[in-house]
């Protein structure tokens, strides 16, 4: 089967706890829960991971290099300032889908530019925590079909 990283940055932990009125009541469990069951019913498996640290999510995304298929990554702040990350990214070959739970492009204007963007072959933003599954339908329908469109 398929191994999909799904990948969340620095804060993410606190899903649930954190500006509610921004990121919902959902926790990272909850997202975590929901995507393994969708995993399921698409016959591929998943790696959930969150790490505050800049370089454990390049390692992870390293370890996509020899084991995974897609990555979906919500890289939170890292969006906005890692270089190291859109690097680790473009040394990935696979479907690479950004997630953010809130509408990064109605908020302040620091957070309207996205490195991990530059790689990725779609993004999702405003979609709440759902964001995560339909990312996830469509990281299997790229593996599936290995073809952008
Ligand atoms: C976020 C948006 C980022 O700007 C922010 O730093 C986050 C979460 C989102 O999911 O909406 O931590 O990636």
Not at 39 to 58: C, G, M, P, W
């Amino acid at each position: 089967m398929p191994l999909i990283f799904i990948l969340n940055g620095p804060n993410l932990n606190l899903l649930g706890k954190r500006q509610p009125d921004i990121y919902g009541h959902e926790t990272l469990a909850d997202v975590e829960l929901a995507c393994s069951r969708l995993a399921k019913t698409l016959n591929v498996d998943i790696r959930f991971h969150q790490s505050n640290r800049e370089y454990e999510l390049i390692d992870w995304i390293h370890e996509a290099r020899e084991s995974g298929a897609a990555i979906i990554i919500n890289a939170a702040a890292f969006t906005h300032t890692s270089l190291a990350i859109l690097d680790a990214l473009k040394a990935f070959e696979g479907p690479v889908m950004e997630v953010h739970i809130s509408n990064v492009h109605q908020r302040e204007a620091f957070r309207h530019h996205s490195y991990v963007a530059l790689r990725a072959d779609g993004v999702i933003a405003g979609m709440g925590t759902e964001g995560y599954q339909l990312a996830l339908r469509r990281a299997v329908s790229l593996i599936d079909n290995n073809t952008p469109g």
